[in-house]
């Protein structure tokens, strides 16, 4: 093939959601963005399975939860039939973006979708697909991971949206979570402790006790005798108690990661 042809060629894209504001929404925003092409739409994973087959997309913006099957379930297929097409899961649910990246999706996007967001993550599919295929690796899915982002958590009586670099650390109330950020600044979203930890994953977290979940990104020292850790933001400290069994295991985690002098 000609590379000037190949190099023009639109990327194709398939919508699956149930909802059709939905659809039209990402179709409208799509449509503002050069090179992308809409190559058919479905309400279901039955419907989209088929389409795929039949058109070969490029990319896949898929909804999670739909009637019957999820999103999931079409991942688990296309990997069966070995169809060869890159997912982007839509999810109004920031819970889900954990099984996304398990899913090994390219990437996730919250509703409503921001065009800002849709733009970036297109231009960096056209950036990966650029790239010698000897030099793609799975870490792709580890940059998407951990990139700048806010994810929306519901709280009480609406939503915020969290930059998880942000939190100092995490710790449950009953079956909901507090965000500690500082300066007295809290907030407890509708998401239990253990749900949050995994959703925080791909993040620098670390599970201190049953209830606390710290950023390791603000840790400063951890004393096995008094069984304190300290942590620091913009001059502010903050001592959680922690057991020394999980001194050691946080003490495992920063070598590996990090690297340690004896």
């Known amino acids: 093939m000609n590379p000037r042809t190949q190099s023009t060629k639109p990327i194709t894209a398939l919508i699956v959601d149930d909802e059709e504001r939905a659809q039209d929404l990402l179709t409208r925003l799509l449509s503002r963005i050069p090179g992308v092409e809409i190559c058919g739409k479905a309400f279901n994973t039955d419907e989209a399975l088929e389409l795929i087959i039949a058109n ?4 896949v913006f898929l909804d999670v939860e739909m009637p019957g099957k999820s999103g999931l379930h079409l991942v688990d297929y ?7 097409t890159t ?11 954990i099984d996304a990246l398990r ?16 733009t970036e993550t297109i231009l960096r599919y056209k950036a990966e697909k650029a790239r010698p295929s000897q030099e793609k690796s799975a ?9 700048p982002c806010k994810i929306k958590f519901n709280t009480r009586t609406g939503y915020i949206l969290v930059s998880p670099q942000e939190i100092i650390y995490c710790d449950a109330d009953v079956n ?5 950020f500082g300066n007295n600044n809290r907030e407890v979203v509708t998401v239990n402790l253990g749900r949050i930890e995994e959703m925080l994953a791909p993040y620098s977290f670390y599970r201190i006790s049953r209830s606390i979940l710290i950023n390791t ?24 108690d922690i057991s020394p069994n999980h001194i050691r295991e946080l003490e495992k985690m920063i070598d590996n990661s990090a690297g340690s002098t004896p």
């Open 56 to 59: 070969d997309p490029d990319l």
């Open 78 to 84: 296309l990997k069966k039939y070995r169809l060869n």
């Open 87 to 97: 997912v982007i899961f839509v999810t109004a649910h920031a819970e889900f973006a």
């Open 103 to 118: 899913a090994s999706a390219f990437d996730y996007l919250l509703k409503p979708v921001m065009m800002s967001q849709l």
């Open 139 to 147: 870490e792709s899915l580890s940059v998407t991971a951990v990139k």
């Open 176 to 180: 909901y979570t507090g965000f500690y």
């Open 217 to 240: 990104a603000f840790l400063k020292k951890a004393d096995r005798q008094r069984k304190k850790c300290l942590l620091e933001k913009a001059g502010e400290a903050v001592f959680l």
